[in-house]
């Protein structure tokens, strides 16, 4: 079945760090992968999606990277600030291309950011 | 553009009653999904609807419908309310079926009793 794995659960970094979070996918189908972010009473936000077209994609201190073959992709946070504190979930679905956006969501990771 | 929005942010129900939840996409985005968060399953996909259809359905049971209008905003019902339908529920629009990019609501927390 379309599961998405996602590691760690929790992660504490200090201001100016780098932070990364992997996920795994089943689906081979899968070509659309966003990145949430939602902090603690709030809206998931998108911060950045790649397409299964693409390896890699950056925007600022945000980076996200995807492995087709191993079915993998990892969210990169470089310069951590303490205002990057938030739940973030990663997600995979087959919407590039029109079959469904139905979005397959990850477990979530804590990430703490320590002044 | 204003952002996606949901009626009502909070609501407290009994177990059996029923419940209807709206959720108005941003101008201009014809498909609307729904999606159940909650702290043991995480986000799990309930629906999706694109021109008043629904074209996908996830894994809950028949007490959980949709629906669409002709203007794009959803509405989603639960009949039969159970303590574990307590959650926040999120809707997400996007500007076209064949459109990946979704954008969240603020979502409607929902506290069975």
């Known amino acids: 079945g379309e599961n998405v794995e996602q590691h760690p659960s929790t992660l504490s970094v200090q201001e100016g760090d780098s932070a990364v979070i992997k996920c795994t996918y089943s689906?081979?189908?899968?070509?659309?992968f966003p990145w949430y972010k939602q902090e603690l009473g709030k809206r998931p936000q998108l911060i950045i999606d790649?397409?299964?077209?693409?390896g890699e994609k950056k925007d600022q201190r945000i980076a996200v990277t995807l492995n087709k073959t191993a079915k993998h992709f990892s969210l990169h946070i470089t310069e951590t600030q303490p205002e990057d504190s938030a739940v973030y979930f990663c997600?995979?679905?087959?919407?590039?291309?029109?079959?469904?956006?139905?979005?397959?969501f990850g477990t979530g990771t804590l990430l703490a950011v320590q002044p | 553009k204003a952002g996606v929005t949901q009626t009502p942010r909070y609501l407290i129900k009994t177990r059996g009653q029923q419940v209807t939840l709206s959720c108005s996409p941003i101008?201009?985005?014809?498909?609307v999904s729904w999606y159940q968060q909650t702290p043991g399953q995480g986000l799990q996909f309930l629906f999706e609807?694109?021109?008043?259809?629904?074209?996908n359905k996830g894994n809950f049971p028949g007490r959980f419908s949709g629906r669409q209008f002709s203007n794009s905003r959803s509405e989603m019902n639960v009949s039969t309310l159970e303590l574990g339908d307590s959650a926040l529920y999120l809707c997400?629009?996007?500007?076209?079926?064949?459109?990946?990019?979704?954008?969240f609501g603020p979502g409607t927390r929902l506290t069975v009793l």
């Open positions: 997600a995979a679905s087959k919407g590039y291309g029109g079959a469904t956006n139905k979005l397959i």
């Open positions: 997400a629009s996007s500007k076209d079926f064949h459109t990946d990019t979704q954008y």
């Open positions: 609807y694109f021109s008043e259809t629904q074209r």
């Open positions: 101008s201009g985005h014809r498909s």
């Open positions: 790649i397409r299964s077209n693409v």
């Open positions: 689906d081979s189908a899968s070509n659309y």
